[in-house]
């Protein structure tokens, strides 16, 4: 049994923006090296949420873990990303894909963010 962890972001035309992005893939490759990790994007950026998911199923993932990395669950999350996964699921309906919750509402995440702005004035 393989995992795949499949990281959604929205994308952006400037190259710097996916930086962060980047920076919470190879993370979670540290510390998960057993399950092979995809970052993919909405827009403006490759790979997309299919083909990155396609790529996790061509490594042998029969669960993937979708992680959407957005602050909170707007019309992305809710609309776009419902009809991207029922095109994988179709494609492959032998992989269980799995929704995961949105980062930024998290209560880590929250926490962390509080931190950053407190810091600030400390």
Known sequence: MQAGILLFAHGARDPRWAVPFEAVAARVREQAPNAQV???????????LIDAGNELVHAGCDSVAIVPLFLGSGGHVRKDLPLLMAQLAEAHQNVNWSLQQT???TQAVIDAMA???LASVR
């Open 103 to 105: 980062v930024g509402e």
């Open 115 to 117: 931190a950053a702005a």
């Open 38 to 48: 995809r970052l993919s994007f909405l827009e403006f950026m490759t790979p997309n």
